[in-house]
């Protein structure tokens, strides 16, 4: 008869170990598991909506909506923070920013937002926002996703389901626009502002207001 000595051989203590050792691993697992463990805090994200279209990566894009347990009410306004790589070998241009649906009209400070070829990314990260979403239509509360759609001059637009962050945790020192923006205050910046959110796309002169007049 032969008879397994596991533990007197060179392998066999290997083996002893290597059972010991799994023995182990949901011991020290289950330190973790009490109410403070890692997986049951609160863990914020570190980046909104992101995709690479056409050779341009969009990164980081999100809504900052109100504190924690309150909404960006109806009619106001909000900020919408993004950071935009160009990686083709020709220039590009953010020409306009929309959500349908969600906002009346969409303004960008400065109009158009020139993206050079292979440049450095163009930071639209805030803390005070470059882009604000004039006149939403619906609370914006935080948890929620809105579609927002970016047009480019040679990429074209594409759409994205952007995150809607609470000014809480790493986004309270973001700030909202500076004053909300309803009924007629916000028509009247969208007039004054070359690049709304229904008919700048494709618009070559941001000057130009008269394009985003017709807007309703």
Known sequence: MIR???GKTPAGRLLLGAGVLALLIPAVAGCEAGQNAPTLQFHAASSGAQTVFNGIRITNAFVLGAPTGSSVPAGSSAGLFVSIYNGNSSGDALQSISAAGWAKSVTVTGGTVQLPAGGAP???TGPT??????TVSQP???G???PVTFSF?????VT???PVEPQ???WSTFSPPAAAQTGAAAVSTSTATPISSATATGTATPTSTATATPTP
């Open 144 to 146: 929620s996703t809105i």
């Open 160 to 162: 994205l389901q952007v």
């Open 129 to 134: 926002p470059d882009v604000v979403l004039d």
């Open 122 to 124: 163009v930071n639209l």
């Open 168 to 170: 809480s945790y790493q």
């Open 140 to 142: 914006l509360t935080g």
């Open 4 to 6: 397994a000595s596991f």
């Open 153 to 157: 001059e040679r990429a074209g637009s």
